[in-house]
């Protein structure tokens, strides 16, 4: 099916209440015609979510209506000075996207909710306390991120991130500055540190949130389908089947893909680059299609 041009869509937008309150800058992406479902696209770390416009923008023209949004400390959502200001990685989890889904389900009246996870916009789901109301996830390069699911050659670069660099910074500078190493926008210095804790932590999120935090993963009982890319040094293999193993009691699927024998070069973040169109995104469409229809 030919999908319709963007000139179709219109971008509206909004500010979100997270559950504690906190404004959280987004976008609803709509177009004419009957929709399918709502889906809620949840961003990498330090990532805006105008990167995903053009994603959105391909599923509405599809007959999804989309929300994007940045999470706190992040982008539009991101107070005037990082320094001082008080967040956790938790709090994407536990307070932005669970704000985020009970916006969308007084929008669509009960209609289907989707949503499209991005790296850590995956790992969050099992933290939301209102998870259920999403019948289905896609994860797309989604990892548990406990440092031995990588090959022990990315070892010592591992240990310089989680255990000096992302705290040492964090502490002496009052928020993480991201860019110096490539890594997007500037974070909390409070979800810095997290992302740390969660990374050394060999019993991930439940370790170090508590273990109800773990059981909020394991009774999730949606469908998720995870894609992980052999070109992608943020979430290999392993790491992305172990994020799989803690959500027990999902409908769950995990396809490795090999990029390169299709031509094309993917790492953590060229999925979502329009250059994706016809190649890739394809395959999360007709899953979403099957998850509203």
Known sequence: MALATNDVVEATPIEVAALDGYPLAGELFTGPGPRRAIVIINSATATLRRYYRRFAEYLVADGFDVVTYD??????????????????????????????????D??????P?????????????GLAPNRDRIKGMLFVCSQHTYW?????????RLHLLWNVLLPGLSHAMGYFPSPWVGMGEPLP???????AAWARARGYIAEVVGPEAGAGYRSYQGRILSLSFEDDHFAPARAAAALLAEFG???SEHR?????????????????????RDTLWPEARYWLEELAG
């Open 113 to 125: 909710m989707l949503a499209v996870g991005h790296s850590v916009g995956g790992q969050i789901l």
């Open 148 to 156: 031995r699911h990588w090959p022990r050659s990315h070892w010592p």
């Open 106 to 111: 007084e929008r669509s009246a009960g209609s």
């Open 249 to 251: 009691s999902a409908t």
């Open 256 to 276: 490795h893909l090999v990029p390169a024998h299709r031509g094309l070069a993917v790492g953590h973040f060229g999925y979502f680059r329009p250059n994706m």
């Open 189 to 195: 210095k409070g979800v810095a540190i997290e992302w």
């Open 71 to 104: 999470y706190r400390g992040i982008g539009g959502s991101a107070p005037a000075t990082l320094k001082g200001f008080r967040a956790q990685m938790r709090d994407w989890g536990q307070l932005d996207f669970p704000g985020i889904i009970r916006w969308c």
